[in-house]
């Protein structure tokens, strides 16, 4: 998987071993969930940063669309824009697991790297498209020469 583990359960085992269910430790398992929430507060962050970028991109595109000579590059870019931006619309949902996922911190460690690895998937994919789209409206604004 792109950006994440494709095998989850080494991922886990790790993260117990450096965050233990004991709370006489200095880093218990309950310390391990809030280290995984604030990568989660991150990606949100990333995905909001994408969905400001593509819409800056679809922007430049509908602005230059008319003075273009490229309408394949920009009918394109559009539709890259707003599949990367759809990608990351799902980062912004809410909702709440089972309550057996919040029954003991290692239930909700399973969770979140779940949650994670997905999000994780869709970030990267998402960034992969704003790349190609930043590509083609450098292309359709004649900044890269034509090359097929």
């Known amino acids: 998987m792109i950006g994440f583990p494709i095998k989850t359960a080494d991922f886990i085992e790790k993260l117990k071993a450096r965050f233990p269910n004991d709370p006489s430790k200095k880093h218990d398992m309950e310390e391990g969930v809030a280290f995984l929430y604030r990568t989660l507060d991150r990606q ?45 619309l799902p980062l912004l949902w809410v909702h709440w697991g089972k309550a057996a996922d919040y029954a003991s911190a290692e239930a909700d460690l399973k969770s979140t790297v779940s949650t994670l690895r997905w999000r994780t998937w869709l970030n990267s994919c998402s960034i992969i498209l ?19």
Do not use: E
């Open 44 to 88: 949100i962050s990333k995905g909001t940063g994408l969905l400001s970028y593509n819409g800056l991109l679809l922007a430049t595109l509908n602005i230059i669309s008319a003075s273009s000579n490229h309408p394949t590059a920009i009918t394109l870019g559009r539709g890259t824009a707003l599949l990367a931006a759809l990608l990351v």
């Open 130 to 148: 704003s790349g190609a789209t930043t590509f083609l409206a450098a292309y359709a604004l004649g900044l890269i020469p034509k090359c097929w």
